[in-house]
């Protein structure tokens, strides 16, 4: 006889919109104790989504891991939020605080009615003197200026306008020699306060619906530049979805509200 399989429950989220199809789809798994990263990359790669979530209780706190379909990731916002809709929906609906342990350190979410916020750290953008020539290649031109952040590895570029984020079609295949980062771009937005679209081919996600960490970045630099510190974000991408953001100076706000598509189990 072959050996016996194990059963894990397995939920897809659509973070950041309160409409299924909407927003970006992440993978969450909930686990009693690690399994080998071989296991969990398998798993996410498995998944093809660009995100799959992998937490265990330790106490009243959790730990969790992101992977994208081809290694792990030090931070991701969307499907954080997923996770914690799931413990909040699914798994202890009474609560109202979660406590997460990761590799970006302590990351607390709170549940609002329908809005979950997600407490991040604050990130500077750097001004980058010499942008890599496929970073620029890749934009065709397009920015008017760049940055770059270190703790989360993305470029910065800054438009003009939402029109020239939304119609931007950049080369990936020169976005990818740039790992570990990834590119964002942004600009002004017509009916938000600012837009963006996140692209990092390198890690198997060619472009993402919806980025929380990314604003961990963004919302203080557009809070500076607006000089208010509560931003209505949208990502501009084919799914989009809106995020709720506050700047606190070295932390971050990030909200959204989520929808359960898909519960089911996977055997390994």
């Known amino acids: 006889m072959g050996k016996k399989m194990k059963q894990l429950n397995i939920y897809q989220v659509d973070a950041f919109t309160d409409r299924v199809f909407q927003g970006n789809p992440a ?70 605080s979660i406590q997460f342990k990761s590799k970006s350190g302590s990351l607390q979410v709170t549940r609002q009615g329908a809005l979950f916020k997600m407490d991040f750290p604050a990130y500077p953008m750097i001004p980058c003197q010499n942008p890599p020539n496929e970073l620029l290649k890749g934009l065709m031109g397009q920015f008017q200026e760049v940055y770059f952040v270190e703790e989360d590895p993305n470029y910065y570029v800054i438009l003009e306008s939402e029109d020239q984020v939304r119609a931007l079609e950049p080369d990936l295949k020169l976005f990818e020699r740039l790992h570990p980062y990834g590119v964002v771009v942004t600009a002004p937005g017509a009916r938000s306060d600012c837009v963006s679209r996140c692209f990092a081919p390198s890690y198997g996600i060619p472009e ?25 974000a949208y990502q501009a991408s084919q799914r989009g979805g809106n995020l709720f953001c506050e700047y606190l100076g070295e932390r971050v706000l990030i909200g959204g509200h989520a929808i359960k598509y898909l519960t089911g189990t996977i055997s390994i």
Not at 40 to 56: C, K, P, V
Not at 209 to 229: C, D, E
């Open 27 to 96: 993978a969450v798994c909930p686990l009693e104790q690690w399994f080998d990263d071989e296991i969990l990359q398998a798993i996410a790669q498995e998944n093809n989504l660009a995100e799959t979530a992998f937490f265990i209780p330790r106490g009243r706190e959790f730990h969790i891991r992101w992977f994208t379909p081809t290694q792990e990731v030090p931070l991701c916002g969307h499907a954080t939020l997923a996770t914690a809709f799931i413990i909040f929906t699914e798994l202890e609906p009474g609560r109202q």
């Open 208 to 232: 993402d619906p919806v980025t929380g960490s990314i604003h961990s970045a963004l919302v203080p630099y557009w809070a500076n530049r607006l000089k208010k510190p509560k931003i209505h």
